[in-house]
């Protein structure tokens, strides 16, 4: 039988450094969010860093290419979202644009009257439709949505779902074959 050398298990793992506020040390702390870098000497100090300071990763540079803030050239970059096209000069420069472009269904937005919907993917991929006026308006389906009003409840837009022309919302049952 081996015998554990417990001076292993002795002092800190890793040496994240001082706090740049007090000097006490850095060490691993998890919050709701994951793990971070933060003060020991919490909750007098409250200093805290990420884990990884680099969260997006560039994929590949696109050639012949331009930003239109600064000029640098432009890549596809993965980042807490899913992936994206992003200035090469970050964080000198905050340029980024989808990597689809986002369609307009011409229909009208039911609930704001004043935008209209677009459909949009998700970071994993996923389809959804929303309101272009979005972050005042937070609408959304996820389903493609038919220009029409539902003959129940008089709601201005239809989704069409497995086969059945519907109506979005929750408290209307109204389903009718296409």
């Known amino acids: 039988m081996s015998k554990i050398d417990h001076s292993l298990f002795d002092g800190p793992a890793h040496d994240f450094g001082t706090c740049p506020e007090c000097e006490s040390p850095l060490q691993i702390r998890n919050g709701k969010t994951g793990p971070f870098i933060g003060c020991s000497a919490y909750p007098a100090c409250t200093f805290s860093k ?7 990763t560039v994929l590949k ?3 012949q290419t331009a930003c239109p803030d600064c000029g ?3 890549a596809i970059k993965n980042g807490r979202y899913g992936m994206f096209i992003g200035c090469t000069n970050f ?3 905050h340029h980024i644009e989808p990597i689809k472009t986002q369609e307009d269904t ?10 209209h919907i677009i459909e949009r993917t998700n970071k994993y991929g996923k389809r959804f439709y929303a309101c272009d006026n979005y972050p005042a308006c937070r609408y959304v389906v996820n389903f493609a949505p038919l ?8 709601w201005q837009l239809l989704i069409k779902k497995k086969g059945q022309v519907c109506c979005p919302q929750p408290l209307c049952d109204y389903k009718q074959a296409e």
Request: proline fraction near 15%; charge should be negative.
């Open 61 to 63: 540079e696109i050639p």
């Open 106 to 115: 011409q229909l009208s937005c039911p609930k704001c009257k004043k935008g």
């Open 147 to 154: 220009a029409g009003t539902c003959p129940d409840c008089g």
């Open 50 to 56: 990420p884990l990884h300071d680099n969260q997006t």
């Open 91 to 93: 964080p000198d420069c």
């Open 72 to 74: 640098a050239v432009l």
